[in-house]
């Protein structure tokens, strides 16, 4: 550990000022999380912050929804407006803030097992509704908070508790089920690519529309170890030799297989009206003048 490290540590434990931008974010009353050494959700969640510092944006208007699973920790921990909600339902719950509240920046920060197991189809239709939210993933492959079984995304082959001898089925590409489900933003990064991951937050935040967002990352107590693949470090040391960035690549190449090559990148990047968009335009053409837009302030008459 370096010295500087230590003097952060230190600095922590006595609640001192740290000249660290990404504490103002953070509850520093529920530190230390509860991640485990070599997990890369919470290098998922520096990177959010620093693109919330560059985004712009005013946080009082910035909601972050999650669900259930280690990923789903992320909303507890940070510093704004936040929704913790049950296994699998986030998406509906960030549907109904948005529309309730149009003028918020609504995001859904969850893991792989949460959002596309008992939440894959909401994942769905929020994407064809084109819902305006921002939608995190956190990729690691396996459900790392009950225990290490075998979730939509575990590749063929690799062990899980509830495929002691190996995967068999057959894992989703989330790239291209979000690109084929209408998605207007589309991007997959590695906890290694932490500049990279941060400016597709940044880009996200900025972007009208459903937004899906792909993060790798190392889950070194259950599926790294049951599979012999070292700690978290091993597994960085993985994503920068296998990572191949590609931009705008097509979706249907992007799945993944067992510790092979990874495509990363931007690839879809594309307008089209939001549902809310869609609803009140539809409506002040079927109706007329007879028709007050869904969140649009009006002056009283």
Known sequence: M???????????????????????????????????????????????????????????????????????????YMNLDSFHTTHGRAIPFATGLKLANPDLKVVVYSGDGDLFAIGGNHFIHAARRNMDIMVVCVNNFTYGMTGGQVAPTTPLGPSQTTMPYGNFEPSFNLPFLADACGAVYVARWTVYHVKQLAKAMQEGLKKKGFVFIEALSPCPTLYSRRNRLGDGVDQLKYYKEKSVQKNGVDTKELALGFQEEIIVGKFVDRERPTWLESMNEHFSRVLGTRYQPWGVTHAED
């Open 2 to 76: 370096s010295t500087d490290l230590y003097r952060w540590a230190d600095q922590l434990q006595l609640g001192t000022d740290i000249d660290n931008p990404v504490m103002p974010f953070l509850r520093q009353d529920r530190i230390p999380h509860i991640w485990c050494p070599g997990c890369g959700i919470g290098t998922t969640v520096n990177c959010f912050a620093r693109a919330l510092t560059e985004s712009g944006l005013d946080l009082d208007k910035v909601a972050i929804v999650s669900g259930i699973g280690c990923t789903g920790r992320v909303a507890g």
